[in-house]
Protein backbone atom coordinates (compact mmCIF):
# COMPACT_ATOMS: atom_id res chain seq x y z
CA UNK A 1 0.00 0.00 0.00
CA UNK A 2 2.91 2.50 0.96
CA UNK A 3 4.85 1.35 -2.07
CA UNK A 4 1.54 2.97 -4.51
CA UNK A 5 1.44 6.07 -2.73
CA UNK A 6 4.73 6.43 -3.11
CA UNK A 7 4.60 5.63 -6.57
CA UNK A 8 1.64 7.82 -6.73
CA UNK A 9 3.53 10.86 -5.06
CA UNK A 10 6.42 10.64 -7.58
CA UNK A 11 4.26 10.16 -10.54
CA UNK A 12 2.49 13.26 -9.34
CA UNK A 13 5.34 15.39 -9.09
CA UNK A 14 6.67 14.12 -12.69
CA UNK A 15 3.50 15.71 -14.42
CA UNK A 16 3.67 18.79 -12.25
CA UNK A 17 7.34 19.36 -13.30
CA UNK A 18 6.56 18.36 -16.96
CA UNK A 19 3.35 20.63 -17.48
CA UNK A 20 5.30 23.68 -15.09
CA UNK A 21 8.16 23.29 -18.05
CA UNK A 22 5.92 23.44 -21.26
CA UNK A 23 3.95 26.36 -19.84
CA UNK A 24 6.74 28.30 -18.21
CA UNK A 25 8.58 27.57 -21.96
CA UNK A 26 5.26 28.66 -23.76
CA UNK A 27 3.81 31.65 -21.32
CA UNK A 28 6.77 32.85 -19.19
CA UNK A 29 7.09 32.15 -15.23
CA UNK A 30 4.70 34.95 -14.06
CA UNK A 31 1.85 34.26 -16.91
CA UNK A 32 1.52 31.00 -15.75
CA UNK A 33 -0.81 30.40 -12.63
CA UNK A 34 -1.09 27.22 -10.75
CA UNK A 35 -4.27 26.48 -11.99
CA UNK A 36 -2.65 26.18 -15.46
CA UNK A 37 -0.08 23.50 -14.25
CA UNK A 38 -2.75 21.82 -12.67
CA UNK A 39 -5.09 21.84 -15.56
CA UNK A 40 -2.18 20.36 -17.49
CA UNK A 41 -0.90 17.41 -15.63
CA UNK A 42 -4.94 16.76 -14.77
CA UNK A 43 -3.98 16.89 -10.58
CA UNK A 44 -5.23 19.48 -7.89
CA UNK A 45 -3.42 22.30 -7.54
CA UNK A 46 -3.20 21.33 -3.90
CA UNK A 47 -0.81 19.20 -4.79
CA UNK A 48 1.75 22.14 -5.98
CA UNK A 49 2.29 23.61 -2.73
CA UNK A 50 1.97 20.26 -0.99
CA UNK A 51 5.60 19.02 -3.53
CA UNK A 52 6.87 22.40 -4.10
CA UNK A 53 5.89 25.05 -1.45
CA UNK A 54 5.41 27.42 -3.69
CA UNK A 55 5.92 28.38 -7.53
CA UNK A 56 9.60 28.96 -7.21
CA UNK A 57 9.91 26.31 -5.60
CA UNK A 58 8.26 24.22 -8.45
CA UNK A 59 10.42 26.35 -10.90
CA UNK A 60 13.56 25.46 -8.96
CA UNK A 61 12.31 21.77 -9.76
CA UNK A 62 11.90 22.80 -13.19
CA UNK A 63 15.27 24.25 -13.69
CA UNK A 64 17.00 20.91 -11.80
CA UNK A 65 15.50 18.40 -14.88
CA UNK A 66 15.86 20.57 -17.68
CA UNK A 67 19.54 21.14 -16.33
CA UNK A 68 19.93 17.61 -15.89
CA UNK A 69 18.17 16.52 -18.86
CA UNK A 70 20.44 18.86 -20.95
CA UNK A 71 23.46 17.69 -19.10
CA UNK A 72 22.95 14.09 -19.70
CA UNK A 73 22.12 14.76 -23.42
CA UNK A 74 25.80 16.22 -23.61
CA UNK A 75 26.95 13.10 -21.89
CA UNK A 76 25.14 10.43 -24.39
CA UNK A 77 25.93 12.27 -27.44
CA UNK A 78 29.14 11.32 -28.99
CA UNK A 79 31.27 13.30 -30.77
CA UNK A 80 32.34 17.10 -30.72
CA UNK A 81 31.65 18.86 -27.55
CA UNK A 82 31.18 22.03 -29.67
CA UNK A 83 28.87 19.80 -31.74
CA UNK A 84 27.15 19.17 -28.24
CA UNK A 85 27.07 22.40 -27.29
CA UNK A 86 25.65 24.26 -30.80
CA UNK A 87 22.76 21.04 -30.70
CA UNK A 88 21.23 22.54 -27.81
CA UNK A 89 19.54 24.79 -29.69
CA UNK A 90 17.70 22.23 -30.92
CA UNK A 91 16.76 20.61 -27.19
CA UNK A 92 13.52 21.30 -25.45
CA UNK A 93 14.83 22.88 -22.44
CA UNK A 94 16.42 25.51 -24.74
CA UNK A 95 13.08 27.21 -25.16
CA UNK A 96 12.42 27.09 -21.64
CA UNK A 97 15.61 29.08 -20.79
CA UNK A 98 15.02 31.62 -23.26
CA UNK A 99 11.54 32.45 -22.03
CA UNK A 100 12.74 32.75 -18.87
CA UNK A 101 15.72 34.62 -19.51
CA UNK A 102 13.60 37.29 -20.67
CA UNK A 103 11.78 37.27 -17.05
CA UNK A 104 14.95 37.08 -15.42
CA UNK A 105 16.91 39.70 -16.31
CA UNK A 106 13.85 42.46 -15.72
CA UNK A 107 15.10 44.60 -12.02
CA UNK A 108 12.65 43.09 -9.27
CA UNK A 109 12.19 39.93 -11.03
CA UNK A 110 11.36 36.83 -8.62
CA UNK A 111 13.23 34.76 -10.81
CA UNK A 112 16.65 36.16 -11.08
CA UNK A 113 18.18 33.70 -8.38
CA UNK A 114 17.04 30.43 -9.78
CA UNK A 115 17.98 31.89 -13.07
CA UNK A 116 21.56 32.76 -12.21
CA UNK A 117 21.91 29.35 -10.42
CA UNK A 118 20.85 27.77 -13.43
CA UNK A 119 23.37 29.43 -15.86
CA UNK A 120 26.16 29.10 -13.42
CA UNK A 121 25.44 25.27 -13.17
CA UNK A 122 24.88 25.44 -17.26
CA UNK A 123 28.62 27.16 -17.58
CA UNK A 124 29.77 24.73 -15.10
CA UNK A 125 28.43 21.54 -16.78
CA UNK A 126 29.85 22.74 -20.43
CA UNK A 127 33.01 23.74 -19.05
CA UNK A 128 33.81 20.45 -17.74
CA UNK A 129 32.91 19.06 -21.15
CA UNK A 130 35.04 21.00 -23.17
CA UNK A 131 38.98 20.10 -23.08
CA UNK A 132 41.13 22.41 -22.59
CA UNK A 133 42.79 21.78 -25.72
CA UNK A 134 39.78 22.45 -27.40
CA UNK A 135 39.91 26.29 -26.47
CA UNK A 136 41.94 28.83 -28.31
CA UNK A 137 45.50 29.19 -27.29
CA UNK A 138 45.72 32.11 -24.24
CA UNK A 139 41.73 31.51 -23.48
CA UNK A 140 40.16 31.10 -19.96
CA UNK A 141 38.01 28.19 -20.01
CA UNK A 142 35.70 30.51 -18.07
CA UNK A 143 35.89 33.41 -20.36
CA UNK A 144 35.45 30.93 -23.23
CA UNK A 145 32.24 28.72 -21.62
CA UNK A 146 30.42 32.00 -21.17
CA UNK A 147 30.91 33.57 -24.66
CA UNK A 148 29.76 29.77 -25.96
CA UNK A 149 26.61 29.85 -23.86
CA UNK A 150 26.03 33.39 -24.42
CA UNK A 151 26.23 32.83 -28.10
CA UNK A 152 24.50 29.55 -28.30
CA UNK A 153 21.21 31.14 -26.34
CA UNK A 154 21.51 34.34 -29.13
CA UNK A 155 21.17 31.48 -31.86
CA UNK A 156 18.48 30.15 -30.15
CA UNK A 157 16.65 33.12 -29.01
CA UNK A 158 17.07 34.35 -32.97
CA UNK A 159 15.93 30.41 -34.47
CA UNK A 160 13.15 31.00 -32.61
CA UNK A 161 11.79 34.31 -33.98
CA UNK A 162 13.10 33.80 -37.44
CA UNK A 163 14.06 29.95 -38.09
CA UNK A 164 14.10 30.24 -41.85
CA UNK A 165 16.63 33.42 -41.33
CA UNK A 166 19.20 31.34 -39.15
CA UNK A 167 20.85 28.36 -40.86
CA UNK A 168 22.23 26.58 -37.79
CA UNK A 169 24.93 24.73 -39.44
CA UNK A 170 26.26 27.58 -41.10
CA UNK A 171 26.73 29.60 -37.36
CA UNK A 172 28.31 26.26 -36.50
CA UNK A 173 30.83 25.86 -39.11
CA UNK A 174 31.72 29.79 -38.30
CA UNK A 175 31.87 28.87 -34.84
CA UNK A 176 33.99 26.71 -35.32
CA UNK A 177 36.69 28.20 -37.27
CA UNK A 178 36.47 31.55 -35.19
CA UNK A 179 37.41 29.19 -31.95
CA UNK A 180 40.40 27.31 -34.62
CA UNK A 181 41.46 31.10 -35.75
Known amino acids: MATRRIQRTEESRRLLVAAAAELFAEKGYR ?5 DIADE ?27 HAVLTAFDEQAGDPL ?40 RQGVQARIPAEALPAGTSAEAFTVLLVGAVIGVHAQWRVAP ?18
Open 31 to 35: QTSFV
Open 41 to 67: AGISRGSIPWHFGNKLGLLQAVLDDQL
Open 83 to 122: DQVMDFVRLPAARLFITLLAEAVEDGSPIREQYARLHAAL
Open 164 to 181: EAVDLDAVRSLLERMIDA
